[in-house]
């Protein structure tokens, strides 16, 4: 059974910081590219950065690029995301997505004082 599990979400104070984690199960994530996206209330699902299948070739989108970091350990399984400096209005639910079509369930990421 193919599953993507997000998990590293919650509640931090702008400035703070968190690390998301998403594990593969089912398939072999390192022969695709991975990303992952994210939804705020009321807003269409954005794309916020995404890794190739080596790790080696990043792209962010403009309004997290220099405060979020994606990484993958395809030893593991895993992608992660690395956020620092959140702001209010990174508040969202965040989604992995494994270029073959397969999405995770999503994991809350709240800023808010």
């Known amino acids: 059974q193919v599953q993507l599990v997000e998990s590293g979400g919650g509640l931090v104070q702008p400035g703070g910081s968190l690390r998301l984690s998403c594990a593969a199960s089912?398939?072999?994530?390192?022969?695709?590219?991975m990303s992952w996206y994210r939804q705020g209330p009321g807003k269409e699902r954005e794309l916020v950065a995404t890794?190739?299948?080596?790790?080696?070739?990043?792209n962010y989108a403009g309004s997290v690029k220099g405060r979020f970091t994606i990484s993958r350990d395809n030893a593991k399984n895993t992608v992660a995301l690395q956020m620092n400096s959140l702001k209010a209005e990174d508040t969202a639910v965040y989604y992995c997505?494994?270029?073959?079509?397969?999405w995770g369930q999503g994991t809350q990421v709240t800023v808010s004082s």
């Open positions: 997505y494994a270029a073959v079509g397969y």
């Open positions: 089912g398939f072999t994530c390192s022969s695709y590219v």
């Open positions: 890794v190739s299948s080596g790790g080696d070739i990043v």
